[in-house]
């Protein structure tokens, strides 16, 4: 069996949205972005459009993520309050100003707690699985230049640092890969993460991996449990989502405690 190629890449945001499953007014955050946020984020710098069923659909066939969390981020709670028309199923509006264009006595007001992370820092693997994928050298090119702008989980969480992404043309450990340093990319020489350095080493960054990488996490990680997360897109257009296996591991070496709260 050919050894697969792939890229990684960082994202740090001053602000993140992990959303977690949304229903009434608690809404919820993961501790990490979903595989779904990740090819979204990379679907938006090839300028997908969330329409394009085939090509996001192309991008969750043709590789599998691993994600190494640096630095998991300050829960921060947000509270809403929004302005909405009384629930009318027949009802089709075409922006926001039409469905609030009527008496201020016929609107309702909806409130809602949202989850975000304050300071994410996440080193990202991807690496490719089908031969019709784009090729990670595509997907570098559109990171370093994006179509779209690029943020996590909201348009308000914008990255707070290029994605430096770096390629590997033989990838049969995910620990060399994620250890590529940013510089080693085109942008100029310059470390864009170097002052984050002192807020984490990655020696104690614990690794969230699709189930299939498991053969290339040995011997650098030790796989501590295996996780269910609806996160794998079915449909980006009518936003459904699928359940997968996620391992969760820690560097070799390092202690089996708890994770400590968030």
């Not at 949205?17 to 946020?37: H, I, K, Q, T, Y």
């Not at 090119?141 to 909201?154: D, E, I, K, N």
């Not at 942008?187 to 984050?196: K, S, T, V």
């Amino acid at each position: 069996m050919p050894v697969p190629d792939g890229l990684a890449f960082t994202l740090y945001a001053p602000f993140a949205a992990l959303g977690d499953l949304a229903v009434g007014e608690r809404r919820g955050g993961f501790d990490r972005p979903a595989r779904s946020a990740i090819l979204g984020l990379v679907g938006a710098a090839l300028g997908l459009d969330r329409a394009d069923e085939a090509g996001h659909a192309g991008l969750d066939r043709g590789y599998r993520l691993a994600q190494r969390v640096r630095l998991g981020g300050t829960l921060v709670t947000d509270y809403h309050t929004v302005q909405a028309p009384p629930a009318d199923r027949k009802a089709a509006y075409a922006t926001r100003r039409d469905a609030l264009d009527r008496p201020a006595h016929r609107l309702n007001t909806l409130l809602s707690f949202r989850d975000y992370r304050e300071d994410l820092w996440v080193d990202v693997a991807l690496v490719r699985v089908a031969s019709d994928a784009p090729a990670p050298a595509v997907l570098a090119q559109a990171l370093r230049r994006p179509v779209y702008t690029l943020y996590l989980g909201r348009k308000s969480c914008p990255l707070g640092r290029p994605p430096a992404p770096r390629c590997a043309e033989a990838v049969d450990r995910l620990a060399p890969l994620l250890d590529t340093p940013p510089s080693s990319a085109p942008e100029g020489g310059f470390d864009p993460f170097a002052p984050l350095a002192s807020m984490r080493r990655s020696a104690e960054a614990r690794l969230y991996a699709d189930a299939d990488l498991a053969p290339l996490l040995a011997p650098d990680f030790r796989i501590d449990r295996v996780e269910r997360r609806r996160d794998r897109v079915a449909s980006r257009l009518r936003r459904h989502f699928t359940l997968r296996d996620e391992i969760v591991a820690s560097p070799a070496g390092a202690s089996s405690e708890p994770e400590p709260a968030s």
